[in-house]
Nanobody, 114 residues
Framework: QVQLVESGGGLVQPGGSLRLSCSVSGGIFRVNHMAWWRQAPGKERERVGVITMGGSTTYADSVKGRFAISRDNALKKVYLQMNNLTPEDTAVYYC????????WGQGTQVTVSS
């Protein structure tokens, strides 16, 4: 019954910024940690960062200092602000809880092109 819908991706130049959104329905959003993952062509899915129920965040070393996760429990949304993007950030980005629901969303494509 859970539904995850990611949006906000697109084509951006290196050094640019994007803000991704994740809309959540069903499940137990308010009692779960949430996270963003990404999957680049030819690579396995990688966890980008985590936001706890209380709002604290942790990030993969590859994005620390550039990305920021936030959440709005009332709106049942999770956000990923991405700054200073590089071509290595090109991937399909997904949101999910921790541990992940079996049903992933479609993700949103982020392409960083020089």
């Amino acid at each position: 019954q859970v539904q995850l819908v990611e949006s906000g991706g697109g084509l951006v130049q290196p050094g640019g910024s994007l803000r991704l959104s994740c809309s959540v329905s069903g499940g137990i959003f308010r009692v779960n940690h949430m996270a963003w993952w990404r999957q680049a062509p030819g690579k396995e899915r990688e966890r980008v960062g985590v936001i706890t129920m209380g709002g604290s965040t942790t990030y993969a070393d590859s994005v620390k200092g550039r990305f920021a996760i936030s959440r709005d429990n009332a709106l049942k949304k999770v956000y990923l602000q991405m700054n200073n993007l590089t071509p290595e950030d090109t991937a399909v980005y997904y949101c999910n809880k921790i541990p992940p629901y079996a049903d992933w969303g479609q993700g949103t494509q982020v392409t960083v092109s020089s």
